[in-house]
């Protein structure tokens, strides 16, 4: 169990345009979704947490209207990389945290990651 | 949350334990140690998490000291699937509030066959 999913799983846009990535718990419902970017080589760096339900909290430094993140069901939040350019080229990688009155709640779980490519 | 050191590679021979040392010397009371991994190009995986005391499950050991500044976490028999950068955070839990997970550098495992 615990499965997390992403689409696509790779993506390449043209700059300027807008590209939509969704991330999915496929067997269980998830409250919280957290969003996070990693450039080669280096760690993953934290963008924003999504509550089913409300707005998201980004992270110091990450634009909110350039990455707009929805969090519309317990299953499902998606993130839109708006007006897309070279430098948001990057491994886009979701986790899901279970519903709070799950035994294990305080876990997250991955998805695969998304890497985007911007020409 | 506390700040975790690790050092940046280590290797390990086939079929050995490896061990991965984790320091995190400010680390409070209600903060928990979590060790996830990273194969590369995939999306990170929960190895185990514990408080205090040391914790064992089908994928490893995870040793912390007494004075719970420091942690270890044990691959009992390494292959070489278990290549991957491992990170150790640190992490307060509370009951339903939303925890970030902040990743460090970790350390880079290379199994040699």
């Known amino acids: 169990g615990a499965v997390v999913s992403q689409h696509p799983s790779w993506v390449i846009c043209k700059s300027g345009t807008s590209v939509k990535i969704e991330c999915r718990s496929l067997d269980f419902q998830a409250t919280t979704m957290f969003w996070y970017r990693q450039f080669p080589k280096q760690s993953l760096m934290l963008m924003a947490t999504s509550n089913e339900g409300s707005k998201a909290t980004y992270e110091q430094g990450v634009e909110k209207d350039k990455f707009l993140i929805n969090h519309a069901s317990l299953t499902l939040s998606t993130l839109t990389v708006t007006s897309a350019h070279p430098e948001d080229s990057s491994f886009y990688i979701c986790?899901?945290?279970?519903?709070?009155?799950?035994?294990?709640?305080?876990?997250?779980?991955f998805g695969p990651g998304t890497r985007l490519t911007v020409t | 949350d506390a700040k975790t050191t690790q050092p940046p590679s280590m290797d390990c021979a086939e079929g050995r334990a490896a061990n991965l040392p984790c320091n995190h010397s400010?680390?409070?009371?209600?903060?928990?140690v979590y060790w996830y991994r990273q194969i590369h190009s995939q999306g990170p995986q929960y190895i185990i998490h514990g408080l205090k005391n040391n914790e064992t499950n089908e994928m490893a050991s995870l040793i912390i000291t007494e004075d719970r500044k420091s942690s270890t976490l044990i691959l009992p028999h390494a292959t070489l699937r278990d290549t991957a950068v491992y990170y150790c955070i640190v992490r307060a839990d509370y009951g339903g509030a939303t925890n970030k997970l902040i990743f460090g550098t970790g350390t880079l495992l290379a199994v040699q066959p």
């Open positions: 986790s899901a945290r279970p519903r709070i009155d799950r035994p294990s709640s305080y876990e997250q779980y």
């Open positions: 400010t680390i409070s009371g209600n903060e928990y």
